[in-house]
């Protein structure tokens, strides 16, 4: 029963239930939501609810998507994140599926954010009666779907042209776009069940820069208000040029819509998805800057391309846990010919260089542009939102199709989720989080995780059920600016819970909780440190190789309340928590020993598993969560 109390009062406390709130402080809540408590949801929480969600999917509108054989709807997608079964490729001759799949837990909202620069093209090159099926370019796309994805991509997502048979400024193919995004509105309409599940108007500017650098970013709007056509990087091809449209035809457009933009992949860069430069090579201004942090509330940390928190090598940093997720090369292009590819470095858009490189900014023109809050998703290509599963993972680029060999490249993994604290489970509250970055991403299980920062904060705080109250009340929750300071140095709490997972996949227990800091010294140098403050990173948890069964201790919950002692009040910082897992099989390493793999026996090894017993392959993973930074200002 004790346990059990334990669990609860814990439930509670990610959920924000527990708490003792003056009528004042409530109804304040309630004005700063804009609406009366007739209109709340009957589970509205002022002191906020973990949502867990996916804000990067691709259905059957997009090129990489359709080109894999992926024939999923904006409206099937839906069904999936509400808990539906759903068809997978290979497709028989009658339209039957190899593979179907279903999560394990619902997700409470999604974001479908398929490529706008191709609408048009990939519904011409699908619907028999339109003007220019016929071309050989569709013809390329229905015979050679690969080869058809290369050129498709070179032609929109680095030359930034329309296809030939678009004809005069494109005007086909953006008739034909029309059909998809209103498809894609409608699926949204529908599938939107105020306080229960939340679908969001979105889409992918799918950007490259001149060095095949990734761009991408996923444009989020926060109702049904949304433009005529999303703005491409056919439209717009820089950064600058899709703010800009954002700012034209939305956000102050006096229409009642309103947008963010959520880049992600950065560690596919190459250093260029966060800059100080403009298009034209100048520098940017105050003004640029403050657009960007505007526009720009969110960054994925994590994806199923791997992990973008930090660069681990020589030189950049001991942070061993960097090493996670990590992929071979730093460029698309180095995906594709792997003879050109090149690893990457810290320089090359790791988050938390980029994070530094914002005091930098801050310094020269009093704006930092690079604030974010952290958030996963999944980036699935099978219009799959939620499939973070490492047991059952189907491959999200399709790269085996449910054929032989690997469901996925050896170095991709099933990504991850967002996680948003609102009142309750609506747009209009969801939204705001992302504005505010009070957000937190996941490597794929469903951690809890709490960050509070302030300057008097009671060391008795954990374990207490107002512990969520005293962290508004007395401080600021993650994503957001530190208040000016009142003692010598901050204070933060750091509240986390094992994912409690389902009958069909249970949890794992936490390993430790890490506070990372980061700043730049008088000498204009990148500085960090590690803090572990809960639980033991030499616990004894391990995994078995041959069986994928765990073994050794662990958490189910972590808590501390922890003081920086090395805190210096001349130096910008930013504070961010990490709660790391146990170690378990990774889903290659499961797939290869549910295939029979004995890489003892290399002749016997199954036809198109090879990458089982290759040197790259990464067996263990230490799944994780990473809360938003809180920020310190040595200005204030």
Known sequence: MRALSTIVLLSAVFSGSVYSESESQAESQVESMGKEPSSRCNDYNPLRTA?????????????????QDTRTTPAQAYEFAKGQSIGLQPWSEDGR???????????????????????????????????????????????????????????????????????????????AAQGPWQDIQQAAADANDECNFTSFVAYEWTGVASNVGNLHRNVIFANEVVPELPTSFIDGSSEGELWDALDEQCIKS??????????????????????????????????????????????????????????FGPGSTEDELCNFERLPYSTFHGKFMPFSAELADSKDGFLREVMRDGFREQKRIGTNPFKWGFIGSTDTHLGTPGAVSEADFPGHGGAGGGGVGLPDDLEFGPGGLAVFYAEENTRE???????????????????????????????????????VEQGYSQGVPMGSDLPAATSEAPKFVVQAMQDAGSKQYPGTPLQRVQIIKGWVDENGESQEAIYEI????????????????????????????????????????????????NPVCRWSQQFCLANDVNCDDPDRVPEGL???????????????????????????
């Open 51 to 67: 949502f867990f969600g996916d804000t990067h999917v691709h259905t059957k509108y997009s090129l990489d998507a359709s080109t």
């Open 97 to 175: 599926p190899a593979r179907t799949l279903q999560l394990d837990r619902p997700l409470d909202f999604t974001a479908l954010t398929d490529h706008a620069e191709l609408f048009g093209e990939v519904t011409i090159c699908n619907t028999p009666e339109m003007e220019g099926y016929g071309s050989w370019q569709c013809k390329l796309y229905r015979v050679w779907p690969q080869a058809a994805f290369f050129y498709f991509n070179v032609t929109a997502m680095r030359n930034a042209q329309r296809l030939g048979f678009c004809g005069d400024d494109g005007e086909l193919c953006l008739q």
């Open 254 to 311: 006096d229409t009642g819509c309103d947008a963010i933009a959520i880049p992600h992949n950065s560690n596919l860069s190459d250093g260029q998805m966060f800059t100080n430069l403009r298009k034209d090579d100048t520098l940017i201004s105050a003004e640029d800057a403050e657009q960007r942090a505007r526009i720009e509330t969110l960054v994925e940390v994590m994806q199923h391309k791997g992990d973008s928190e930090c660069y």
């Open 429 to 467: 509250a969801l939204f705001a989080a992302m504005k505010r970055r009070e957000a937190y991403g996941t490597s794929g299980p469903r951690i809890g995780l709490r960050f509070f920062g302030g300057w008097e904060f009671e060391e008795g705080m954990c374990g207490q059920p107002g512990l």
């Open 534 to 581: 809960a639980g033991n990173p030499n616990n004894g948890a391990s995994v078995d190789l041959s069986t994928c069964q765990t073994s050794g201790a662990g958490y189910s919950n972590l808590c501390a309340v922890w003081q920086d002692p090395d805190f210096d009040p001349k130096q910008s910082t930013f504070y961010y928590s990490r709660a790391v897992e």
């Open 610 to 636: 090879e990458a089982c017993c290759s040197v790259e392959h990464q067996p263990v993973i230490q799944e994780r969560a990473w809360s938003s930074p809180i920020w310190y200002d040595s200005k204030k």
